[in-house]
């Protein structure tokens, strides 16, 4: 299933990777003495090369873009949750434009709405999930939901008509859960894993399925409208699941489309598997530590980056495939 790759050299531990517009968003940390700091950079899909880029003093788990315009939100390990616009005078710039404080622990995952501009959330190790208005001129959070008793490892938007309303978020508890901004309990459903869930994703070709990729290699995949038992279970890994990804659908394509799912792990491998089909898994040993980020930019392209300093943009095979 894995064609072509190329590998793209990074200063530092890759941590994060979002792509949009083909400009691939990265941040990666560096140690220096005593303390984390990190690195924004901004990339040319084609070229390959940095546009853009901005240190942080501290480190930075997660990086999403914003739209409209280029916007880019990060996660840092001192609870702030930052905003930042491409400058238009200096291109080569990330501007700070917002740095939120309201996380009390390192903020662990931030994600943008599709469907309405400028709403984020941030999920922390303070076991909380905010969500923000950056377009708004309040330096507080929207909503604050509480009710996981471990860490919140990963959050993402809906992917069906209720994007801005609905979301997800996954634990170190051992467990996933679904929320509604609408409704008073907030929590909608949750499923109890035996391990804890570090990563979380939706699937934006149905709407309904979530991906979540767990402490102990496997990958599970849910719907989200009961999240009762995993529709099927994958050991794609040997070590953690560090994120799991939906491909699109492909261009000018079908809702009926069954697309892929893409995970990485601590063993530095990058798994690409077609949902429903566990007969067609391909694993890639890309990465020489361990594998963090993973972002699609079409659905034949992908890029997945680890500690090795390393990102690998992929080229797939034979993607499209119809159900029915």
Not at 38 to 47: A, G, H
Not at 68 to 96: C, F, I, Q, T, W
Not at 230 to 256: I, K, Y
Request: charged fraction near 25%; proline fraction near 2%; aromatic fraction near 6%.
């Amino acid at each position: 299933m894995v064609g072509s790759k190329e590998s793209i050299k990074v200063a530092g531990r890759v941590e994060s990777v979002d792509i949009s517009d083909d400009m691939i968003l990265v941040a990666t940390s560096n140690l220096g003495g005593n303390t984390w700091d990190s690195s924004l950079q901004v990339l040319d899909f084609s070229t390959k090369e940095v546009v853009a880029s901005v240190k942080q003093q501290s480190g930075c788990a997660d990086v999403c873009w914003v739209k409209p315009g280029r916007r880019v939100v990060s996660a840092g390990d001192n609870g702030d949750v930052k905003v930042y616009k491409m400058d238009e005078e200096a291109p080569a710039r990330l501007v700070e434009v917002a740095n939120l404080e309201e996380h009390d622990d390192i903020v662990s995952s931030v994600a943008a709405s599709r469907s309405r501009d400028g709403l984020v959330l941030s999920g922390g190790y303070d076991r909380s999930v905010n969500v923000w208005d950056i377009d708004s001129d309040r330096d507080t959070s929207l909503d604050t939901f509480t009710g996981h008793s471990g860490y919140v490892t990963g959050v993402e938007w809906s992917a069906g008509q209720d994007d801005s309303q609905v979301f997800a978020s996954s634990s170190t508890d051992c467990s996933v859960r679904v929320w509604d901004r609408r409704q008073p309990q907030g929590c909608l459903a949750c499923h109890w894993f035996g391990v804890p869930a570090l990563s979380i994703s939706w699937d934006h070709c149905s709407g309904e399925l979530l991906a979540v990729g767990c402490e102990d290699g496997t990958v599970a995949v849910l719907d989200r409208r009961t999240l009762s038992s995993p529709l099927f279970t994958e050991q794609s890994h040997t070590g953690r699941v560090n994120q799991t990804a939906f491909g699109p659908a492909p261009s000018g394509g079908d809702s009926e489309v069954s697309g892929l799912l893409a995970s990485v792990g601590d063993d530095g491998v990058l798994a690409v598997q077609r949902l429903g089909d566990n007969s067609n898994h391909s694993r890639s040993a890309l990465h020489t530590d361990y594998a963090q980020a993973l972002s699609w930019r079409d659905e034949n392209n992908l890029v997945s980056g680890g500690w090795d300093a390393a990102l690998w943009a992929v080229e797939l095979e034979q993607t499209r495939v119809y159900s029915g």
